[in-house]
């Protein structure tokens, strides 16, 4: 195998990946936004007493996990404006991010109600007996008790969703791997290209990575005991 | 007026019934003890009093006014708004055989969390009335503590402490101390001892019969959903007149 180093290097060093990194990122930010709010509604969904709600979660659940993405994105593009006779024709970058967003929000519905049942249903009721609303005792007691649980595999869903975002290719957007894709369709340093494309790859996951260990130091480790300054002044 | 009615209560699970029309006056400042074998409804019925649970048929009034429910002009009970009930619920106080103290806040601050998230007291002041309350329970010094870093009896006291700290005008304790080792169970008792001394108005599960005895001021005796007995304990220990509160003395002392 001959590998063009300087076909290499000059890849790696362009700007040319510059803006379609930042693509990335805001396509996997963007969509995971969506998908966490989504999956919050969905997992409220699923938990709550009316069996209406409940149906509406499983089959949000059932459809969109059971449903490649690839084929979900090319509907929201594609699909879309021919089903609406035109009303609906989203540009690419939002069409993509709906679809992933939409398809992730599957996912973080089921990690979220999992964070919910793991919270010891003696605390709700405490919150309850002192007077607090549903809402306040969803807020205040019973969620950052589930964040604990509910953090670490969204972390993982995030990295995730970062590779996830190169199949917007399909539909021609312009984040990392499509931009790898018009580069070697020109020069045939398949090898070269996809290798800087990786590399791209890793070091945004290894940044997200990063900030992963830092939101898990923040809210999942327990809590030591902070000398507290309380009982020093008055202990 | 009672400080609290309870009038012909049926509460179902399903198919289930569980109260089977009970009926139930308490005075202000009385101490009630609830004793009956497994399953005979004294959880449920607690549960009942601050509407954690709905009722099917009857009524329950706090302070004169129903819990959970208003009366609509067809005179058949209606679930009230949630707001409405969560302020009625913040005057009565509970205590959980489990604690239930919340697991990812210091004793503190699971102290001061009702008062400033629901009565809107300032932090500060929310602060300063928890810490006296943590001594009066005898744990001032374990404020800033997390709950799993405290014995059983500590939490309890911790739990007694914050259901105070909403300045209850009832409080209702669910066996708060049959979770605990046995050398736990007197600090829990003293603190409950002391608390009914100051005046305050109690509805208690308990299966501590000395609690009983020397502290309440009546005796309900609950079998199969109603009640079948009541009155002072002496009276109900010494010549208890239902077999069924016979048999269960029997047994249990
Ligand atoms: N949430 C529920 N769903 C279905 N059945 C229930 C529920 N809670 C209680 N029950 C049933 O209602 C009956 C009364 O229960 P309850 O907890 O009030 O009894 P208890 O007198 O407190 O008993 P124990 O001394 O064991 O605590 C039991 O048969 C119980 O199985
Ligand atoms: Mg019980």
Redesign the interface.
């Known amino acids: 195998m001959v590998f063009d180093s300087s076909a290499f290097f000059e890849t790696l060093f362009s700007s040319t990946f510059l803006i379609p990194a930042l693509t990335t990122l805001g396509i996997t930010f963007v969509a995971m936004a969506l998908a966490i709010m989504l999956g919050f509604g969905g997992a409220l969904a699923a938990l709550s007493r009316y069996r209406g709600l409940r149906w509406l979660a499983q089959g949000y659940l059932g459809f969109f996990r059971g449903v490649p993405v690839l084929v979900q994105i090319v509907f929201w593009y594609n699909a879309l404006p021919v089903l609406t006779d035109n009303a609906i024709n989203l540009p690419a970058l939002i069409a993509g991010t709906i679809a992933l967003g939409l398809n992730e929000g599957a996912y973080m519905t089921e990690i979220i109600r999992s964070g919910l049942i793991s919270v010891?249903p003696?605390?709700r009721?405490?919150?309850?007996?002192?007077?607090?609303?549903?809402a306040?005792a969803m807020r205040?007691?019973v969620m950052?008790?589930a964040l604990k649980v509910i953090i670490p595999p969204t972390g993982n869903q995030f990295i995730a969703m970062l590779k996830t975002t190169s199949l917007l290719f399909a539909i021609a957007v312009p984040e990392i791997f499509s931009t790898g894709t018009n580069i070697y369709s020109q020069n045939f340093k398949y090898f070269e290209v996809l290798f800087v494309v990786s590399i791209w790859y890793l070091a945004l996951t290894a940044l997200l990575t990063g900030l992963q260990k830092l939101i898990e130091r923040r809210f999942v480790i327990r809590?030591r005991?902070?000398?507290?300054?309380?009982?020093q002044e008055?202990? | 007026m009672p400080l609290v009615e309870i009038n012909n209560v049926h509460k179902r699970f399903g198919e289930l019934e569980v109260l089977k029309g009970v009926s139930l006056d308490v005075e202000a400042g009385e101490v009630v003890v609830l004793l009956g074998a497994s399953g005979s409804g004294k959880t449920t019925l607690l549960r009942c009093i601050n509407h954690l649970e709905t009722i099917h048929d009857g009524e329950i009034k706090v302070a004169g006014e129903l819990v959970g429910y208003t009366r609509g002009k067809d005179g058949k009970l209606r679930e009230e708004k949630d707001a409405i009930t969560s302020a009625k619920r913040a005057r009565i106080g509970m205590v959980f055989q489990r604690f239930n103290l919340f697991a990812h806040l210091t004793v503190l601050e699971n102290v001061t969390e009702a008062p400033v998230q629901v009565l809107r007291v300032p932090l500060a002041e929310a602060r300063s009335r928890a810490l006296d309350l943590l001594a009066s329970v005898g744990l001032k010094d374990k404020a800033g503590y997390y709950p799993h870093e405290l014995s059983g009896g500590q939490q309890q006291r911790v739990a007694i402490a914050r259901a105070l700290a909403m300045e209850p005008r009832l409080m209702l304790f669910d066996e708060p101390t049959s979770a605990l080792d046995p050398e736990l169970v007197g600090e829990v008792l003293e603190t409950m001892r002391r608390l009914a001394a100051s005046g305050m108005t109690m509805i208690v599960v308990t299966h501590e019969m000395s609690f009983a005895r020397e502290v309440a001021d009546r005796v309900i005796m609950m079998a199969d959903g109603q009640v079948i007995e009541e009155g002072p304990p002496a009276q109900l220990f010494s010549a208890p007149s239902h077999p069924r509160t016979k048999a269960f003395l029997a047994r249990i002392l």
């Open positions: 010891d003696g605390q009721e405490a919150a309850r007996a002192l007077g607090m609303t549903k306040k205040r007691i950052p008790q809590p005991r902070n000398t507290p300054i309380l009982a008055h202990g």
